[in-house]
């Protein structure tokens, strides 16, 4: 991915004073980091929203702050659902010289035989790999490649995903990523005695004995 460069300027507003900055299309934001002060910041709204859409959790992006540039990883961002706009974005600042830790997304790509041809189900149990390595190192997301799953209980671990030699994946080497799991199959018992005839399920039989039960109270009340 190329390099996102967001401008941003500081700000004094904060509190529920930063409405005013939204109605004028500031987008209010906040730069912390292990070695300086948090920085109250603002953004341009469209042009920070538009850039923003595109990284993910572990991408790099520099925030340039009155011409000081930051190296940031996007750390959270508030959302307003209803009006779909960004309210409000922490950023954390990163030393490309010092090591760090955080999460990437997995990505599941490729055509599994064992889906294809023999109807498995892939079942993911990891989402994301926890992983350490410098910023500059940290990738957008960790491709998985699904071939691997060729036969039904074919299982990807941890081990078997492949990642860059300067990333270290911090999860258990064993930990299953995904499986190819058997199809489920709905077992049905016959009518003894009728040939080709299915029962009905067992476990509505309680239901309908005492549906039965109650309509002849009911039956029974009148009468009276």
């Known amino acids: ?46 042009s920070a929203s538009l850039a923003l859409v595109k990284v993910t959790s572990s991408s790099l992006v520099t925030l340039d702050v009155d011409g000081t540039e930051y190296p940031v990883l996007v750390r959270e961002k508030q959302r307003d659902y ?36 023999f109807s498995a189900v892939m079942v993911h149990n990891l989402e994301q790999f926890h992983v350490e390595c410098l910023p500059a190192d940290l990738p957008e997301r960790i491709e998985v490649d699904i071939a691997q799953l060729g036969r039904v209980g074919d299982a990807i671990r941890v081990r078997d995903v492949a990642v860059s030699d300067k990333l270290r994946v911090l999860e258990n080497p064993d930990t299953v990523v995904a499986v190819a799991s058997a199809p489920k199959v709905e077992e049905v018992a016959a009518v003894p005695g009728a040939e080709g005839a299915v029962a009905a399920p067992t476990a509505a039989e309680p239901e309908l004995s005492v549906e039965r039960g109650k309509k002849e109270e009911e039956s029974d009340e009148k009468k009276k």
């Open 82 to 117: 209803i009006k779909n706009r960004l309210l409000h974005v922490d950023f954390l600042a990163v030393s490309l010289n010092e090591k760090l830790r955080a999460t990437v997304s997995l990505h599941f790509f490729g055509v599994s035989a064992a889906v294809k041809d």
């Open 1 to 46: 991915m190329e390099k996102v460069v967001i401008k941003a300027t500081k700000r004094d507003v904060v509190g529920k004073q930063v409405k005013a900055l939204r109605r004028e299309g500031k987008l209010p934001a906040v730069i912390y980091g292990r070695h300086n002060e948090p920085i109250n910041v603002s953004l341009d709204a469209h």
